[in-house]
């Protein structure tokens, strides 16, 4: 049923090359203009256009080198509004963000099958977001259909992929074992605030509900040292907790993140209790990356550590995550 969308993910790699034409923003240095609507010469009305666009690939191979668990994922987001000021427009459903994922779940060893380790999963999202300021708040609100299983076809892609690169493949009793074909409806909100500590210095304590796929509530923090991501568009990618540039306008320079999380999960549709799995109730999330910013090409990387998620987990994991964006 979704042989189609399993390719489109497997050409969101991390690695961006725009040629498109560009131009001003307002507020903002520049933007792709490939998916702006053209306005008709009868029509005088605002319309919306495509402000922005991100992406993230993370994967542990480039964290702790490892294949296992929150092993690998894609992100990607398109933005669409009237103007960007560097600031979120005061209404919600005024700007209007675009999101598709696609995420691999494996067990710590994919050729042989151990029943106590979580189940192979493939796991595909697609969802629309509002982000939106409200008395100093920075807020979101979305809903995405995440859809899982076979029917994905993500398992298959990951053959061929390690395949090509001479990685182990996912053996057909392991894939066996994997979650079963279901879509569930999932619900998103974040709320957020930045305060600017000096010149240089972002502190940006948030809040995050989700139910669904998984249903939990979480609350963390992010620091931001150096000038690159002010000002801008920033969604955060769901696995790691990293957020992402989704609207660019930063001088050309670099920035460091750190930060951290805690979450109370209460539901996960990738541990299922029936199955005997026992949820960590309790799950912790600590990250750090740089932001570069050159004249004509962006760049980040970003290594976060996933604390365990079930009972049965021996330790936490390593994942990293890039992407780098080069325009001429």
């Known amino acids: 049923m979704l042989r189609s969308i399993a390719a489109i993910v497997a050409a969101f790699f991390s690695f961006d090359i725009s040629m498109a034409s560009a131009q001003p923003v307002a507020g903002a240095e520049a933007v792709d203009t490939e998916y702006s609507d053209i306005p008709s010469p009868f029509d005088n009305s605002p319309r919306r256009r495509m402000l922005g666009y991100g992406r993230l690939t993370s994967n542990d191979l480039i964290g702790d080198g490892k294949d296992r668990w929150r092993t690998g994922s894609v992100t990607s ?15 919600p459903f005024e700007m209007l963000e675009l999101r598709l994922q696609g995420q691999i779940i494996a067990p710590d060893n994919l050729q042989k099958v151990n029943l106590k380790d979580r189940p192979y999963a493939g796991v595909l999202s697609l969802g629309l977001h509002s982000p939106f300021s409200w008395r100093g ?6 809903a995405d259909l995440v859809v ?24 057909d009793s392991v894939l066996a074992l994997q979650l079963g074909d279901r879509i569930r409806p999932t619900a998103v909100a974040e709320l957020g605030r930045s305060f600017e500590l000096g010149d240089a210095v972002t502190f940006r304590p948030f809040a995050e509900a989700r139910a669904g796929d998984e249903t939990l509530l979480r609350a963390g923090v992010d620091f931001t040292f150096g000038s690159v991501t002010r000002g801008e568009l920033l969604s955060r990618e769901s696995i790691t907790g990293q957020r992402y540039r989704v609207i660019y306008r930063s001088q050309p320079g670099v920035s460091f993140t750190l930060g951290g ?6 539901q996960s549709i990738y541990l ?7 949820l960590v109730s309790r799950r ?45």
């Open 77 to 91: 987001s398109r933005v669409f509004g009237y103007e960007w000021s560097g600031v979120a427009p005061s209404r």
């Open 137 to 142: 708040l920075e807020m979101s609100l979305g």
């Open 148 to 171: 899982v299983g076979p029917q994905t076809n993500l398992d298959k892609l990951q053959k061929s992929l390690h395949r090509l690169f001479n990685r182990p493949v996912p053996a």
């Open 261 to 266: 999380d805690i979450a109370r999960v209460t």
């Open 272 to 278: 299922p209790p029936e199955r005997g799995f026992g």
């Open 284 to 328: 912790e999330r600590l990250r750090a990356g740089i932001h570069w910013q050159g004249e004509n090409a962006s760049a980040f990387y970003g290594v976060t550590w996933l604390g365990r998620e079930f009972s049965g987990q021996p330790e936490g994991q390593i994942t990293g995550s890039a992407r780098i964006k080069l325009r001429f």
